[in-house]
């Protein structure tokens, strides 16, 4: 997993700020001296990141009043690692070196979860460009060309917020994490129908009440930004996110119904993702 960590001062900083510079193609760079921070914290960091303390991790970048201090990257042997697995080329096989952790032969590095952040700010947009009234809204009626699906009081109350907060009282089985074939993810990436999969699960609890990871509230997130905007949201976070801020490149999974996989499709370079974060 690509690690990119924007730090800045308590200053709000943004394109226009010519202390805290917005970086052009490039990102400028300084020192950690320069920036006020120890060299000696970095170092050790990124030993310990070299050393596998933290896992696999591919990259790691700090960005300091708008200029990078450090930027280390770290080979793997991933053909090695997912020759112990499943071969099979296909996108949801998070084991073939094709799509995890890089996209192909290519700098884009999966970003998984972090996916559902961008997903969210996309969303941000749309409600303060007026096309969503706010996060307050109620979610089914952005669904009625799924109807019928099973019916639930409790699900009539669900509100965007619910999704964002991941608190949408929809039932979402994880026990077991991702390597059980009866998690909720494994069959909802199995499905040729997303949205509806994730509409015909049972409500358990009422909406706004309980916190449950569910990896379907993002994905009806994104159908919602289509349905507002109508982009389908991918485009959507082309247009309206990524080209202002200076993001080129990227890849988003598509899913069988024909929508982006706002839950954990997205692919970004290090650099990118760092815009983000900044």
């Known amino acids: 997993m690509a690690v990119a960590v924007g730090a800045c001062a308590g200053e709000a900083t943004g394109q226009g700020d010519a202390q805290y510079p917005w970086p052009g193609e490039t990102w400028p760079t300084s020192t950690p001296e320069a920036e006020g ?26 960005v300091r009043h708008g200029r990078v201090v450090a930027d280390h990257r770290f080979e793997q042997d991933y053909a090695a690692i997912a020759a112990q697995h499943d071969t099979a080329n296909h996108q949801y096989n998070y084991d073939h070196t094709d799509w995890h952790p890089y996209l192909r032969d290519t700098d884009l590095h999966t970003l998984q979860s972090v996916t559902k952040s961008v997903t969210s700010a996309a969303l941000g947009i749309a409600v303060d460009r007026g096309l969503i009234a706010g996060v307050d809204e109620p979610v089914m009626p952005y669904f009625s060309a799924y109807a019928p699906f099973p019916t639930d009081p409790r699900k009539e109350g669900m509100t965007l917020e619910d ?5 949408s009282g929809l039932l979402w089985e994880t026990a077991g994490g991702y390597s059980d074939s009866e998690h909720s993810t494994v069959l909802l990436e199995a499905s040729d129908e997303w949205i509806r999969f994730i509409l015909d699960q049972p409500a358990d609890t009422v909406p706004g009440t309980h916190y449950e990871y569910n990896d379907g509230a993002s994905v009806l997130i994104g159908k919602i930004i289509r349905e507002a905007t109508g982009e389908r949201a991918d485009e959507w976070a082309r247009r309206m996110l990524f080209e202002p801020i200076g993001i080129d490149e990227f890849y988003w999974k598509i899913t069988p119904d024909g929508e982006a996989d706002t839950e954990g499709g997205l692919y970004l370079t290090t650099e990118d993702l760092a815009r983000i974060g900044y």
């Open 37 to 62: 921070i120890d060299p000696e914290a970095i170092a050790s960091l990124v030993a310990d990141l070299e050393s596998g303390e933290y896992g696999l991790v591919d990259a790691f970048m700090l």
């Open 163 to 167: 999704l964002l907060t991941m608190r």
